[in-house]
């Protein structure tokens, strides 16, 4: 099952490292990132796959929105039907 | 991979303009609770209500977190309780109490379905039952009730609505600000598989258990039309359609992964546009920003016309199944842009009644003068039965005639529920003609065999 992971907040040192670091730990592969920087606000999307995670995804996200709090930054991560939803037709 | 705009449109949406899934309701039928008593009756409606939605609230929050979007209400409806208790009208209250301790118990936020229709008629068993809506309100917390009164087919049961103007003032008289008469609403050509509140209830011609959806979003669409301030109608029209598409697909998903989840067929979608009190969450606010100085105003009925059927057209596409409402609410309470124009007497009683000609239901969340009389509340229900039943369309009415508040007060029912300011009506007496009673007959069109 695939997911789409968003970090957004005030750019710093160590983001994708922190990021990478927690998706890794839940045994969970990045497939694609793109990562702008506008201004000093900082947004990233991955693509990932969270087939071989043991956790529930609804876990993860909530584990990911706290350590995103702990890091001063916007963590989601959401299953990709939601945007498949409203985005495909 | 989606590209990022997507993504960001997707995630503003629910962050910043309150895009949500404003229910997820259970409709679930009790015809197969009707025992020999009402104590018994109500034990089994409990217990069968208890073990249908037991997985209800846990599943919607889940998916809330899986999909990252919030699901507002967690709701369940019901057959009729008026046909359960046929046999022991009086003792409806009991299986009332029931299905308000299921509520608590099962977490959700309302139950609908404490209702009669009595459209065509209003049989002794059904008549009796109404009697005890008062009652039954004012003993329970999560309850909802309506009463169909009329339909396109059948005409107006004008008896019906006589008595729907007496039990509105009795609830008002039993509840603290009259807040029983925000959980209770007539209607006029009522649907069966509507998710929303308080009109909610399950129709006999559904299935056993079903999953029904409404989707909300007014702040999304006003924030799409804001990039457009220069574009002419039939621009806005198609932006309004493309960004009621997506809200519904949203809906479509979560309707049938929870259906699929809590092993119960997918229902409907119900494509409505449902203001919240909440700043950036009216549909007042989408219509001024079309171009009006302030909802109420001339101007408004045709821009609600507009926004009504775009909503409908988008979301049609997006799902596979819709049904319930489906259009745009214009409740005053619960709608901040509504509730400022009421405060400025920017918008009137009678220029509600013209919306409700084009927006996808009625009159409602409108607190008026608690000395108003049962016969005026009876008189506007009936002007807002003529409507539906001549245009084929969802009317009802939700006033709330506010104990001891004249007009300029505010009621404050808290929550989803809003503010309302108490809005005059007009004071010819309808005495004469409600007291006539009978039925007002069907239109001629309405004969299509």
């Known amino acids: 099952m695939k997911a789409v992971v968003t ?37 990233m999307i991955m693509m990932v796959d969270a087939s071989e995670c043991t ?34 037709v | 991979m989606f590209n990022s705009t997507e993504v960001i449109e997707t995630i503003d949406m629910i962050e910043k303009e309150h895009l949500d899934i404003r229910t997820v309701t259970m409709g679930i039928s009790l015809l197969s609770c009707i025992r020999g008593d009402a104590e018994q009756t109500a034990r089994a409606v409990y217990d069968h209500v208890v073990r249908r939605a037991e997985q209800l609230v846990p599943t919607a929050e889940q998916l809330s977190r899986e999909y990252g979007i919030p699901i507002v209400n967690k709701r369940v409806s019901v057959t009729p309780v008026s046909l359960i208790t046929a046999a022991f009208p009086e003792e409806s209250p009991l299986v009332a109490r029931a299905l308000d301790r299921a509520a608590d118990l099962l977490g959700i936020d309302f139950l609908g379905g404490y209702s009669a229709l009595v459209h065509k008629a209003t049989a002794e068993y059904e008549a009796r039952f109404l009697s005890t809506v008062p009652e039954a309100l004012a003993t329970t917390e999560k309850l909802c009730s309506s009463v169909n009164v ?26 603290p600000e009259g807040i029983g008469c925000a959980k209770f609403v007539a209607f006029c050509n009522a649907v069966e598989d509507n998710p929303f509140m308080a009109g909610a209830f399950h129709g006999v011609g559904e299935a056993d258990c079903v999953i029904n959806v409404g989707v909300s979003g007014p702040g999304v669409v006003q ?38 989840r809590l092993g119960v067929p997918f229902g409907v979608v119900d494509l409505s546009l449902a203001p919240t009190p909440a700043r950036g969450d009216s549909v007042a606010h989408i219509l001024e920003e079309l171009g009006l100085e302030t909802v109420g105003g001339h101007g408004t009925t045709a821009a609600l016309a507009m926004l009504n059927d775009a909503v409908k057209k988008g979301g049609v596409m997006a ?64 002007d807002e039965a003529a409507i539906g039943m001549v245009n084929n369309k969802t009317t009802a009415v939700r006033v709330i005639p506010a104990p001891g508040k004249k007009v300029g007060d505010t009621v404050n029912f808290g929550g989803l529920l809003g503010r309302a300011p108490v809005m005059p009506v007009h004071t010819g007496s309808a005495e004469k003609f409600i007291s006539r009673g009978g039925i007002l007959p069907a239109p001629i069109h309405s004969f299509k065999n």
Do not use: W, Y
């Open chain 1, 7 to 43: 970090v957004t907040g005030t750019d710093r040192k160590g983001i994708i490292a922190q990021v990478s670091s927690f998706l890794c730990a839940k045994n969970i592969n990045i497939l694609d990132i793109s990562q702008t920087i506008l201004g000093d606000q900082f947004a």
């Open chain 1, 55 to 88: 956790e529930d995804l609804a876990s993860v996200a909530a584990a990911a929105a706290e350590m995103g709090r702990d890091i001063g930054m916007s963590v989601r991560v959401q299953h990709e039907d939601i945007f498949n939803a409203m985005h495909r």
């Open chain 2, 319 to 382: 799902s596979s199944r819709v049904g319930g409402l489906s259009g745009a609410f214009i409740p005053v309470s619960e709608d901040i842009g509504m509730i400022e124009a009421a405060e400025k007497g920017a918008i009137t009683f009678d220029k509600l009644e013209a919306m409700t000609c084009v927006c996808s239901v009625g009159l409602d969340m409108i607190a008026i003068p608690g000395d108003t009389p049962a016969s005026t509340i009876s008189a506007i229900l009936a």
């Open chain 2, 223 to 260: 924030h799409a039309l804001s990039f457009v301030p220069e574009a002419d109608l039939t621009e806005a029209a198609e932006l309004i359609k493309r960004t009621a598409f997506k809200i519904t697909r949203a809906g479509q998903l979560v309707a049938k992964e929870a259906a699929r």
């Open chain 2, 150 to 175: 009329g339909s396109s087919r059948s005409g107006i049961n004008m008896d019906a609505v006589k008595r729907v103007g007496e039990l509105v003032k009795e609830t008002a008289q039993l509840t």
